[in-house]
């Protein structure tokens, strides 16, 4: 494979990739096989904690972002307000298409199976706005053909909210308040619920996701800062080979807790996991770092959000048209069918 240039990073991409397989098969577990009685213990159950896989998308969107914002402070532009409205507008155009045709697909895939006449389209037309314009997750409660965007309405709205202040404050932000801030929302939410999933649940002003994936996209912005200082210390084969091992290690036991039913809190863990692979893999030393970085892992980073978003209409039709298949056939179809729409989407969009 051709090696690819130093602004993407191949194995990011393969984790981007790997951790919206999760999601997908975890929303096949829950859809089509439905979900265990309860958890604890280390029964497999198939990818029964693979909703952990937005764990890794906001800690990804923190490192990111942390990164953008260091750009853009080199830039020497003093009008961080100016400065806020672009890094939004742009990661708003980025988005808006694929987020856009989903959006209608799965929209089309509820007329379908749930019938609904002229009327009732029109009205779920309007209640839609709010999904349709991401804005869903700061409380305007109304119907979300694509539920899995809310994703992206948690990301675009914390970033909103923490650009201006790193940007002004980017030192200070990121490596005091970042980890103090989430550390603070995730022990509450820790305390309160043992557990991170649960989209819609409220939590005083907020959904409870709305806290998880900010605290989760600080944590990613502290996690840039670390990587940056671990990339530029002493290069050696010693530590080539350290910082393979500890990445396996990791990726097992993401395997492990996505695959058994051990208990919601394992949850939490997810995130420092999350962070240290990102970490690690930013400094470009690990052996699987020189194995994976080419053009088909940065194309599999490509389909990651086509497959995340494409997937609910695929199960809205799969769920309708086929509840009596097999669950093993159930999953195969829905795998085809978003690798299709994915691998479309990108050929019409001429995403090379």
């Given at each position: 494979m051709n090696?690819?240039?130093n602004?993407?990073?191949?194995e990011?991409?393969?984790?981007r990739?790997l951790?919206c397989l999760?999601?997908?098969f975890?929303h096949a577990?829950?859809y089509?096989?439905g979900?265990?009685?309860?958890?604890?213990?280390m029964r497999?159950?198939?990818?029964?904690h693979g909703?952990?896989?937005v764990?890794?998308?906001f800690?990804?969107?923190?490192?990111?972002?942390a990164r953008?914002?260091r750009?853009d402070?080199?830039?020497?532009?003093?009008?961080i307000?100016?400065?806020?409205?672009r890094f939004?507008?742009?990661k708003i155009?980025?988005?808006?298409?694929?987020?856009?045709?989903f959006f209608?697909?799965?929209?089309?895939?509820l007329i379908?199976?749930?019938?609904?006449g002229?009327a009732?389209?029109?009205k779920?037309?309007?209640d839609?706005?709010?999904?349709?314009?991401l804005?869903q997750m700061?409380g305007?409660?109304?119907?979300?053909p694509n539920h899995?965007?809310?994703?992206?309405?948690?990301?675009?709205i914390?970033?909103?909210?923490i650009?201006p202040?790193?940007?002004r404050y980017?030192?200070?932000?990121?490596?005091?308040?970042?980890p103090l801030?989430?550390?603070f929302?995730?022990g509450?939410?820790y305390?309160k619920y043992?557990?991170?999933?649960?989209?819609?649940?409220?939590?005083g002003?907020?959904y409870?996701?709305m806290?998880?994936?900010?605290?989760?996209i600080l944590?990613?912005m502290?996690?840039?800062?670390?990587a940056?200082?671990?990339?530029?210390?002493?290069?050696?084969r010693?530590?080539s080979i350290?910082i393979?091992a500890v990445?396996?290690?990791?990726i097992?036991g993401?395997?492990?807790?996505?695959?058994f039913?051990?208990?919601?809190?394992?949850?939490?863990?997810?995130?420092p996991v999350?962070?240290m692979l990102l970490i690690?893999?930013?400094?470009?030393?690990?052996?699987?770092f020189?194995f994976?970085?080419?053009?088909?892992?940065?194309?599999?980073?490509?389909l990651?959000?086509?497959?995340?978003l494409?997937?609910v209409?695929?199960?809205?039709?799969?769920s309708?048209?086929g509840?009596?298949l097999s669950f093993?056939v159930?999953?195969?179809i829905?795998?085809?069918?978003?690798?299709?729409?994915?691998g479309?989407y990108?050929?019409?969009t001429?995403?090379?």
């Amino acid at each position: 494979m051709n090696k690819i240039d130093n602004k993407i990073n191949g194995e990011i991409e393969l984790y981007r990739f790997l951790f919206c397989l999760a999601v997908l098969f975890f929303h096949a577990e829950k859809y089509f096989l439905g979900e265990p009685e309860k958890l604890g213990g280390m029964r497999p159950y198939f990818f029964v904690h693979g909703a952990v896989g937005v764990e890794f998308f906001f800690v990804c969107s923190g490192f990111f972002l942390a990164r953008s914002i260091r750009k853009d402070i080199t830039r020497g532009s003093d009008d961080i307000g100016n400065d806020t409205v672009r890094f939004m507008l742009h990661k708003i155009k980025s988005i808006a298409p694929v987020h856009i045709v989903f959006f209608v697909l799965s929209f089309i895939s509820l007329i379908i199976v749930r019938s609904w006449g002229i009327a009732e389209t029109v009205k779920r037309i309007a209640d839609s706005i709010p999904a349709f314009f991401l804005i869903q997750m700061l409380g305007f409660k109304g119907t979300s053909p694509n539920h899995v965007s809310w994703y992206l309405s948690v990301m675009l709205i914390s970033m909103f909210a923490i650009y201006p202040l790193a940007r002004r404050y980017y030192s200070t932000f990121v490596k005091a308040f970042a980890p103090l801030a989430s550390l603070f929302i995730l022990g509450h939410l820790y305390l309160k619920y043992g557990s991170l999933t649960g989209v819609m649940v409220m939590d005083g002003l907020f959904y409870k996701s709305m806290l998880r994936g900010f605290a989760e996209i600080l944590i990613g912005m502290t996690a840039y800062e670390i990587a940056e200082w671990f990339a530029s210390g002493d290069k050696s084969r010693t530590k080539s080979i350290l910082i393979t091992a500890v990445s396996i290690l990791l990726i097992t036991g993401c395997g492990v807790y996505v695959m058994f039913t051990l208990p919601a809190r394992g949850e939490f863990l997810m995130i420092p996991v999350c962070a240290m692979l990102l970490i690690l893999a930013h400094s470009r030393q690990g052996m699987l770092f020189r194995f994976v970085n080419n053009r088909f892992t940065v194309f599999l980073g490509k389909l990651t959000l086509p497959v995340y978003l494409s997937q609910v209409a695929a199960i809205n039709l799969i769920s309708h048209f086929g509840a009596d298949l097999s669950f093993p056939v159930q999953t195969i179809i829905l795998t085809a069918s978003v690798g299709i729409c994915a691998g479309i989407y990108l050929a019409l969009t001429n995403h090379s």
